[in-house]
């Protein structure tokens, strides 16, 4: 019996939630942030928020998605 590659998340989501483009999007906010006000408490303000939503987004939700075995039912569904 071969081994099945751990089912990924990220398959499912479109290209604007995928962990690049998250990224991505963090670090534009925080670091155009700092460029455009060059305020330290700000850039935190922005920050703050940006990283949350970024740590959601990258570790918690797939660890939460792939425990809940919801992929694997959905990929037994699409088999078959």
């Known amino acids: 019996m071969s081994k099945q590659k751990p089912v990924s998340p990220w398959k499912y989501k479109p290209w604007w939630c995928q962990p690049w483009s998250i990224l991505l999007t963090g670090v534009t906010l ?11 408490w700000l850039t935190i303000l922005v920050s703050v928020p940006v990283l949350t939503w970024m740590g959601l987004f990258l570790i918690i939700w797939p660890q939460l998605i792939v425990r ?13």
């Open 30 to 40: 925080m670091s155009g942030s700092w460029v455009i006000f060059r305020t330290v």
């Open 68 to 80: 809940s075995g919801i992929l694997e039912s959905y990929e037994d569904e699409v088999q078959i």
